[in-house]
Every structure is written in C-alpha cells, then in structure tokens.
C-alpha cells in the first residue's frame, strides 16, 4: 500500500512487483555497477520509477570491484528536492 517507495538497488526492489499502479519507486543505483532491472520491473508494472546515483567526492576512491558497497553518500539537497518532487 505504499505510495513511495525510496531504496539502494538490490534484490529487495524486486518486491515492486506486488505495488498499486502509479506507485512511485526511487532507486539509489550504484555509480560502479550500472543495472536497470528494477527500471525495466517499474516500467512493465506502469510505476512511476526514477532513480539517484549516491554523490561521489573522490572517483579514485571507489573499488570497482566491490559492486555492492553499502556506502551510499546521499547529497542532501538533491534527496530534499526528490523528496519535494514526490509530494
């Protein structure tokens, strides 16, 4: 029954497919592992999906072959403003 839904990408996004239609998903993707599943499930199920990369300060830092690094730094200001755009 949730009208938003705002997660990481992983396997837990695919639960989408039990959402109302028009149901707005926001996907935070990951900078080093570029999947659109989740984009391509929403789409199919007529959901209102977007998505976010996590802000990355220093690119030398990110360990490409750690695809599922928990870290996700949010910029602030950008989630407020996703978070405005959801009302």
């Avoid at 030398?60 to 009302?87: A, G, M």
Wanted: charged share 20%.
């Amino acid at each position: 029954n949730a009208k938003n839904i705002i997660a990481p990408h992983g396997a837990g996004l695919s639960w989408i497919f039990l959402s109302t239609e028009k149901t707005s998903i926001i996907e935070i993707r990951n900078v080093v592992n570029n999947n659109n599943a989740i984009e391509k499930i929403a789409k199919n199920l007529k959901l209102n999906y977007n998505f976010f990369y996590p802000s990355i300060h220093n690119k030398r830092n990110i360990n490409k072959k750690n695809t599922s690094n928990p870290n996700l730094p949010i910029d602030e200001f950008i989630f407020s403003q996703i978070i405005e755009n959801l009302k």
